[in-house]
């Protein structure tokens, strides 16, 4: 069965594209397919461009995380013409979910694992200059299995889990401080906005990521200036 004839579930649908639940060559290959539907709003031929623009640079950036050993799912297909990707389906659970079931299970050892993987993988893409552009606890899958079966259960034992960085959509390349310092306040704010022990959490990352990172103390430094901003715009309103 082609790719483009395989039935598809969506699970997904955000400002700029459509994701589905497929399989791609074979039905015993489970896929991720990511489209960017035409915007009848845009010009034809300026809708087209950004359409292949944004399929490839996306493309490119998942494939230069797989040559450096950062986690990220592998591309399978592209058919930028039509805004759509196929890649590796990523079996397991968001962050957020893993997170919210080892706290109310009391699995501190565990969390604590969690977090300083989660740091090292953030450390690794910045200390390639990509930066993620949309770095929040729903966007970081974790996969693994554990003694008795796979993570996918609501109960699950010790896992040596894999942290995977997924939706690059709005990652670019970047030597800027700022820019890798705003990925860390998108995901401090998502910890923040969604779970009670947040700040020892976050701390958690960056702690591993400042051990993990030369260009770390620079980042973070930024990173204050872009809290305080982030303070001022909330007391504005």
Not at 9 to 38: C, F, W
Request: proline share 4%.
């Amino acid at each position: 069965m082609a790719a483009t004839e395989a039935p598809r579930e969506l699970i997904k649908q955000g400002a700029e594209a459509l994701v589905y639940k497929t399989t791609y060559l074979l039905p015993t290959i489970p896929a991720l397919l990511k489209h960017r539907p035409r915007k009848p709003y845009r010009h034809p031929t300026l809708d087209l461009r950004l359409t292949k623009h944004r399929c490839l640079s996306e493309t490119r950036l998942l494939t230069r995380c797989r040559g450096l050993g950062i986690p990220v799912p592998a591309v399978y297909f592209v058919d930028e013409a039509r805004g759509e990707i196929y890649m590796e389906w990523i079996s397991g659970r968001s962050i957020r979910e893993v997170l919210d079931a080892m706290i109310a299970e009391g699995r501190k050892e565990e969390v604590n694992d969690l977090m300083k993987k989660m740091g090292q993988v953030v450390a690794k893409l910045h200390q390639n200059d990509i930066v993620h552009g949309d770095l929040t606890t729903s966007n970081v899958m974790v996969r693994g299995e554990r003694k008795s079966g796979l993570l996918a259960g609501a109960t699950m034992e010790k896992v040596d889990a894999e942290v995977v960085l997924i939706d690059l959509g709005l990652g670019m390349m970047s030597t800027q401080e700022e820019d890798k310092a705003v990925d860390l306040y998108v995901l401090e704010r998502a910890f923040l906005s969604t779970h009670p022990q947040a700040e020892d959490l976050f701390q958690d990352v960056l702690t591993a990521y400042e051990g993990s990172f030369k260009g770390a103390k620079a980042v973070m430094k930024r990173l204050a200036d872009v809290r305080m901003r982030g303070r001022k715009r909330s007391m504005l309103g």
